[in-house]
């Protein structure tokens, strides 16, 4: 579906509170985040979260003031984790704590630091899963805890790419969640993609995968090693993308069956999100076109309100990688915060 080259896309280019718990590999995997974190003066506190299927999430709280106006939790892409909002001089962090909010990183299930209670990280039975999990089981998770923690009612969610699409499927899919989201920001969702420049190429490789040399792991990462990211989350994009439609993962037609009672997998019920959605989209963008950003604000039919902020010439890595992003991006994502906080 994707060429080797490309391979850090869609997040990177596709695409409670738990204290001494034993676990499958109990040692402590390094932090990034608090690295990137001290490397601008932010002093991060790692909390552990686990989901109801027993993965051990990382989390990380920022705070610069005693009385912050409001919660953010920041949700990464696919192939990333929380020291990716800590990679550019004035981050989203960095600029949401100014504006007087405290603010939460995230890890989904892929991350490198997340353990399971259970399974090793090298078993097959840790990787089962596709961003369906990380919207339906680690966002709730997350959710639950910053606001236990921080003795909130309500946060607001931000996104990026797969981060996005995770956080669609939490307010599509369990719908109680938007009493507990005060507003959305998606930066690049990667949901419908119908024009999206590898399209083609996904459609070749449907095509002929029976004869393909090497699995969509393999021509993804340049390894069938898992490391931070599932077969099933690549394949999952791979079925948006042949299909154009952002729907839960098509197991075949018999699976199917015993999962979803029908035969064909359903759609995400974006119809069903009351959350005010900002929709951030680069204009460059060739793996989530600008056509298909605004597709997805149309389906977003309960929202109380919908927003779409166009940002010229970025494109997909641009968000998170482009130092510019700082400048062009980063203070828009944070007017919208602020304006839905009034």
């Given amino acids: 579906m994707f060429c080797r080259k490309k391979k850090n896309c869609l997040g990177g280019c596709l695409v409670l509170l738990v204290v001494g718990v034993a676990m499958a590999s109990s040692a402590t995997p390094p932090s990034k985040t608090l690295t990137n974190a001290a490397r601008y003066g932010l002093a991060a506190h790692r909390h552990h979260v686990i989901t109801h299927d027993g993965y051990r999430l990382a989390l990380y709280r920022i705070r610069s003031h005693a009385h912050a106006r409001g919660i953010v939790l920041l949700q990464h892409g696919i192939r990333q984790s929380s020291a990716d909002w800590l990679m550019i001089d004035r981050n989203l962090p960095m600029q949401l704590l100014e504006a007087g909010f405290e603010v939460w990183l995230g890890n989904s299930r892929a991350s490198p630091e997340t353990v399971h209670i259970k399974h090793l990280r090298n078993s097959t039975e840790f990787w089962d899963f596709s961003f369906n999990e990380i919207g339906y089981l680690d966002l709730p998770a997350m959710i639950d805890t910053v606001l236990t923690v921080a003795r909130r009612s309500s946060l607001h969610l931000v996104g990026f790419s797969e981060g996005s699409t995770a956080s669609l499927i939490l307010l599509s899919e369990r719908v109680s969640y938007n009493a507990k989201v005060a507003s959305l920001n998606v930066i690049a969702p990667a949901t419908f993609m119908i024009n999206s420049l590898i399209k083609q190429f996904a459609y ?79 204009t460059a963008d060739g793996i989530v076109p600008p056509d298909d950003v605004r597709n997805l604000a149309m389906q977003l039919h309960k929202s109380t309100k919908v927003r779409i902020v166009q940002h010229d010439r970025f494109d997909h890595r641009d968000f998170m990688m482009q130092p510019d992003a700082a400048v062009r991006v980063y203070p828009r994502v944070v007017y919208a915060i602020v304006e839905s906080s009034h």
Avoid: M
């Fill in 204 to 282: 070749i490789y449907e095509t002929f995968r029976d004869s393909f040399p090497v699995s969509l792991q393999e021509l993804v990462t340049g390894s069938e090693k898992p490391l931070i990211n599932s077969a099933k989350q690549l394949e999952h994009f791979h079925q948006l993308l042949v299909t154009g439609r952002f729907r839960h993962f098509d197991y075949g037609e018999w699976d199917n069956v015993k999962y979803y009672g029908v035969e064909r997998p359903p759609p995400y019920s974006l119809w069903r999100i009351t959350t005010p959605v900002t929709v951030h989209y680069g």
